[in-house]
T-cell receptor, first 114, second 114 residues
């Protein structure tokens, strides 16, 4: 399975944007890029996903490099409630063998400072 | 919104007890998953199911079994609980067979085996 690499932690001031990088140099053409976040004492929460084009939703934006070897999750205005571990995960859409299993890495701990 | 409900938030059991962790989802998702989460090890997949009465082993199935008699319910069973099964257990569900869809997670059950 293709792997992802994320920084261990990032710090941001409240109300400033946060750019979370993810490297996935071995991504295949059928891998979707998914982002989840996990708040303290909660289960992971789906944030956004994309394949080739940049994506926006109410929670965040996902910018995907042209060669797809990296992507960036953008939180436009960080709030204290955005303090969480953010996971970048690749999911292969070409096969049913994995039945869509998610393989979580260590993620990035985001700290938001008032 | 899709909801995944885990029957207990906190559970304390004795070594050797048979333990049932219940998970119910309300959006007719085909796929359901059980993960455990431990500090430093991240989320690891125990078992998953892509249909009623179907089950597949994940990465760490030893010491666990599962049951899926109805589409909306997926149970994780610890046949004889041991202290190394003290962990946070997370249930998730998803729709469809391909990698494009997001997961919905429950809030987790923190199990302590004494």
């Amino acid at each position: 399975d293709a792997k992802t690499t994320q920084p261990n932690s990032m710090e941001s001031n409240e109300e400033e944007p946060v750019h979370l990088p993810c490297n996935h140099s071995t991504i295949s053409g059928t891998d979707y890029i998914h982002w989840y976040r996990q708040l303290p004492s909660q289960g992971p929460e789906y944030v956004i996903h994309g394949l080739t084009s940049n994506v926006n939703n109410r929670m965040a934006s996902l910018a995907i490099a042209e060669d797809r070897k990296s992507s960036t999750l953008i939180l436009h205005r960080a709030t204290l409630r955005d303090a969480a571990v953010y996971y970048c995960i690749l999911r292969d859409a070409s096969t049913t063998d994995s039945w869509g299993k998610l393989q979580f890495g260590a993620g990035t701990q985001v700290v938001v400072t008032p | 919104d899709v909801k995944v409900t885990q029957s207990s938030r906190y559970l304390v059991k004795r070594t050797g007890e048979k333990v049932f962790l219940e998970c119910v989802q309300d959006m007719d998702h085909e796929n359901m998953f059980w993960y455990r989460q431990d500090p430093g090890l991240g989320l690891r997949l125990i078992y998953f199911s892509y249909d009623v009465k179907m089950k597949e082993k994940g990465d760490i199935p030893e010491g666990y079994s599962v049951s899926r008699e109805k589409k909306e319910r997926f149970s994780l069973i610890l046949e004889s609980a041991s202290t190394n099964q003290t962990s946070m257990y997370l249930c998730a569900s998803s729709y469809g067979q391909r990698g494009a869809r997001g997961y919905t997670f429950g809030s987790g059950t923190r199990l302590t085996v004494v």
